[in-house]
Each structure stands twice: as structure tokens, then as C-alpha cells.
Nanobody, 119 residues
Framework: QVQLVESGGGLVQAGDSLRLSCAASGDTFRSKVMGWHRQPPGKEREFVASITWSGALTWYADSAKGRFTISRDNAKNTVYLQMNSLQPEDTAVYYC????????????WGQGTQVTVSS
């Protein structure tokens, strides 16, 4: 049973930074792509960033480029999302997810962590 547990969310002010963590367990994550998505209040869930197992390839939503950085520590089965220059529109529940490198569908999701940015 794959488990993904996010942490690091909270209430911050505009311009602040946060680092989210996602600890994965229950399976081998070699060759798996791990990603972050978010769901703003009243909106659909949207892609934020993802990273290959080696870390050689990363993808970002336009809203995240230049402000967010995704990274992973395979020894710890953990993926991170460093978020800088946070803005109120970044307020959302942030979810960690994992998929096979050959698939576009994320198979497993965490329970989410709330990020609230006040102006």
C-alpha cells in the first residue's frame, strides 16, 4: 500500500517562503515521477511541478516557474517543493502524487497540506 504524507503547509504572508515535504512509503519509487498539484478554494485541482526519479527532468506550471523549485531525496523517498515569493493566489491545498514514468496518470495521492497566503 503506497502512502504519501505531505507536511510543511501553513499560514504565511505575501512574499514569504515555505517548503513542503512529501514522504513516500510502501513501494519502490525507482523510475517513478513525483509531482505536486494544488486545489485553490472553489477551483479544480491543477498541476504545479513534477520531477523524474533521477531529478534530471523537472516540469513546472507557468504560475510556479521562477518561484517554486521541486527536488527529491531518493534515499529518504521524499520529494520537496520550495515555494518562494508566495502570493495570495497560491492559497490552496497542495497534494503530492506519484506516477509511472511511462504514464500521464498519477496513481497515488497524499491527503494534502493547506497553504494559506495572506496579503
Amino acid at each position: 500500500q503506497v502512502q504519501l504524507v505531505e507536511s510543511g503547509g501553513g499560514l504565511v504572508q505575501a512574499g514569504d517562503s515555505l517548503r513542503l515535504s512529501c514522504a513516500a512509503s510502501g513501494d519502490t519509487f525507482r523510475s517513478k515521477v513525483m509531482g505536486w498539484h494544488r486545489q485553490p478554494p472553489g477551483k479544480e485541482r491543477e498541476f504545479v511541478a513534477s520531477i523524474t526519479w533521477s531529478g534530471a527532468l523537472t516540469w513546472y506550471a507557468d504560475s510556479a516557474k521562477g518561484r517554486f523549485t521541486i527536488s527529491r531525496d531518493n534515499a529518504k523517498n521524499t520529494v520537496y517543493l520550495q515555494m518562494n515569493s508566495l502570493q495570495p493566489e497560491d492559497t490552496a491545498v497542495y497534494y503530492c502524487a506519484v506516477r509511472a514514468s511511462t504514464s500521464r496518470t498519477y496513481d497515488y495521492w497524499g491527503q494534502g497540506t493547506q497553504v494559506t497566503v495572506s496579503s
